[in-house]
């Protein structure tokens, strides 16, 4: 029924097309009018069309002339030359009518989804110059540096021609230099560069710190790869922090080391026992390997002999069986015990077992003895015999000897995990003496990116570099929720569809497919299958010589920095010339890829997702003497452009792309296809695998496994059917919907953050943009005060019972008003005439304290109580929202929703934290002093001095013996006139720098308010 309403209406994408094509004809009659103007009149476009924005039109009424502006303006710049990126280039390039299509897209704030090679960088400047020319700012989101000045520099020729201004972020600028680029018309960057300026400007101190100027409308390159592929990662600036983190890897280092050396034996073992007992071909025997080799696979996954071994027939059988058998008698867990740790790949988790326990020594096994807090805290509260200080002692070292040994077994858990799931020059390279880690899907490295939790020091402790300091995060959020603050919001790439549902759901992205403006030509083969990676790296050396002696380019894509290394290895035994791009060789990306699509080029790469650099056919690879386009296996002509496009006198064959094997995502293997192919080139593409590539070991190898053993393939022979390429899809499909699975999970967990961080920001940035907050603190100073009566004089108790001892050391913390209760006034008091009579001493001193700094003093020093308390306290609490996303999950036992009681609890914290920031804000703003000069501090002292009296005065005969909170706030009142310091009398007890300081943050007084002294 489906197929007969498409075959009527057309597909979604057609009838989006359709809507949009009188739109392109209105354009091109705009374009051949213009085509008359003279420069200068078609220049003064731009400030017409400024002008009738601000007279009430909008960017709809105009999209049709400024387009053709566009358009004419790519027309009068062909033939001009100018440097892009150190390279001079030559400008060739007038929008197709299907790239107008896709500017209108962009312009609806949708994805475009363009083959590669249809000119995305160009179809971005259309509705770029539109949306700009509302003064609002534009922002280019790319993948990388380079691409942003590369484009930036490419493209700014025609917006400058036009009369607007061009900016472009780099990694290495200032903040001044970061301010002016945003404040241009249009702003190039990447999304890392973006994300990472927004979380500066709310840690910025002043309002010339910030950099960015609003979030009006934004484009993002490779769309997919930004708000897909990096969703699962979110932003975060964190700080070193004090701590023996990496005294502890040290130590745990070498035991883990030995245990993980003795599982790798013990599994060795087990594969070579399972080997001889298969060989014995009987029924109890072959039980018995499978009972070993399913031991194996749980204890060492990736183990070669292991891999090599379940490529034999009816081995993948024999341990499915045994696995079911043991899932059914639900004894999955003897088989644990087995081994020293189980490694679960699908889920990046390991467990370390009993057996691997014991291999610890006495001492270390008493790590995993963490006692239960609640438990031993309800015990002690009903111990009688105990002094209540040695209570307090108890309860001290039972959280310091939890806290210990959680963060042991957490270390030696991170360590197993940097030994078992992180290769080397897979997941991350050393260089000098660093761990960097690669990008999973560019290949690149990712420059002061770390992982977070401790793995990174495990990893640096497994390498043996340098173990650096732990960071602390101070500042974090997603790029779902960065990119969700845009008014509007548009992408461009060439493989979105597939992701369309997802980019709708989470950023409300329709995606619409642009026509191609030639035929694709481009030949794609059906996957080849063998069954080891040895077999398969052989295959893919004999095609790259076939493709190398016909005269055609190649380009290799790889999953990693090993494989492109491997396969280097076997090309320069062959001596076949070829270059290599990874994550090793990124500097010479640029040259490399330029000279891919040359005659007799082969190229390996890493990945060639995001790259954005079109590969361009070379002279002699179009026509060839004799047709490439030939399936290797059968020597058959399988072009079927043969006849259509005369190949037999032409022969076009253009560039081929090998995969090295399939990656998680179906949109990089696409990618990767569509490096060939581009501006209707002719060209060709073919994946070659093998059952121990991960995604087919992981997802998908058991099924064909046993369609391999049915039909005898032996070792060396290959199955290429469309069959196959189903299969490999499905298990495709099976890692995808697991991967939106996780970022639906970081963003279910991070719009929790994202509505607490709204609610501080926002407060951060007002007290940052406004003249005065005197009006917020006044309203705080009222607030906080009737949280603390609330607090110690509740309602409902008579007065005698209020506890008076608490509320005046909770107002001499927070106000430094020392009060004295007369016994026989207490009776008397009430709840209100307490507040009123506090509240005007407390008023009284503001008004004091701010005629002798100034109003513009006490201005900043409020500004500064605000900033940097809400800085520390949304730092601490961002540290305990990950404590308890840790550990949340474990409430899953309880049959509570892990989600839903994560929200309650994050709901009580931050509470919690609004009321504490409220109290210690107003105590800052009280007991921050500030250095002043001689003659204008012993002026003020004077008219100061008065005040004092008044306070005095207005304060007897209230029920209150004194306030002297003007003298203990301003010692420096009572300076000589000379300058020399006399001693401060103080009607309170010295505060030693050691003690806890009084304003209640919990931190020792020199290293919280003592600082300032």
Known sequence: MANIITKIFGTKHDRDIKKIRPLVEEINEFYQQYQSLTEEQLTAKTDEFKKRLEEGETLEDILPEAFAVVKDACRRLCGTKWDVAGMEMEWNMVPYDVQLIGGAVLHQGKIAEMATGEGKTLVATLPIYLNALSGKGVHLVTVNDYLAKRDSQWMGRIYEFLGLTVGCIQNDMTNAERRIEYNKDITYGTNNEFGFDYLRDNMAQTVEDRVQRGYNYAIVDEVDSVLIDEARTPLIISGQVESLIHKRYSEMNPIVETLVRKQTNLVN??????????????????????????????????????????????????????????????????????????????????????????????????????????????????????????????????????????????????????????????????????????????????????????????????????????????????????????????????????????????????????????????????????????????????????????????????????????????????????????AKFHQMEAEIVSKAGHKGSVTIATNMAGRGTDIKLGPGVVKHENCALKDPRTDEEICPFIDELKCRENVPCGLHIIGTERHESRRIDRQLRGRSGRQGDPGSSSFFLSLEDDLMRLFGSDRLGRIMDRLGVQEGEVIAHPMVNKAIERAQKRVEMQNFAIRKHTLEYDDVMNSQREVIYDRRLAALERESIKEEIMELIESVLQTIIDNYCPPKEYPENWNLIEFKAELLRVYLLNLEFRQEDIPNLTREKLFDQVHKAVLTFYEQKERLYGEDIMRRLERYAVLTTIDRHWRDNMYEMDQLKTGIGLRAYGQRDPLVEYKREAYRIFAEMIQTVDKDIVGMVFKLQVRMPEKSREERRREAQKEVTAIHQETVGMGFGSATQAEEANPMADASKRGKAKPIRREVEKVGPNDPCPCGSGKKYKKCHGRME
């Open 269 to 582: 073992e087990k594969i070579s026992k399972a080997e001889r007992l298969l060989q014995a071909e009987n029924s109890d025997g072959q039980f018995e390997a499978g009972q070993l080799l399913l031991a194996a696979r749980k204890g060492a996954p990736k183990n070669k002999k292991y891999l090599k071994l379940v490529q034999e027939p009816g081995i993948l059988n024999i341990i499915n069986q045994v696995e079911s058998t043991y899932m059914r008698d639900k004894k999955l867990h003897e088989m644990d015990e087995t081994l020293y740790y189980v490694i679960d790949e699908k889920e990046n988790s390991i467990n370390l077992t009993d057996n691997g326990r014991s291999q610890f020594s006495r001492e270390e096994q008493e790590l995993f003895t963490i006692p239960d807090i609640t438990e031993a805290l309800s015990q002690l509260e009903g111990d009688d015999s105990m002094t209540p200080e040695e209570k307090t002692a108890k309860i001290d070292e039972l959280y310091r000897l939890h806290s210990e040994r959680s963060e042991k077994v957490h270390t030696i858990g991170q360590l197993l995990k940097a030994y078992s799931l992180f290769e080397k020059d897979v997941e991350y390279v050393v260089q000098d003496d660093r761990v960097m880690i690669v990008d999973e899907f560019t290949g690149r490295i990712l420059p002061g990116r770390r992982y977070s939790d401790g793995l990174h020091q495990a990893i640096e402790a497994k390498e043996k570099v340098r173990i650096e300091s732990e960071s602390q995060t101070l500042a974090t959020i997603t790029l779902q929720n960065y990119f969700r603050m845009y008014d509007k919001l548009a992408g461009m790439t060439g493989t979105a569809e597939t992701e369309a549902q997802e980019l709708f759901d989470i950023y409300k992205l329709d995606v619409v497919c642009i026509p191609t403006n030639e035929p694709v030509r481009r030949i794609d083969s059906n996957d080849v299958i063998y069954r080891t990676r040895r077999e398969k790296y052989n295959a893919i050396v004999n095609e790259i010589i076939d493709c190398f002696n016909a005269g055609r380019p190649v380009l290799v894509g790889t999953v990693s920095v090993e494989v492109s290394e491997t396969l280097s290895r076997m090309l320069k035994r062959t001596k076949i010339p070829h270059n290599v791009l990874n």
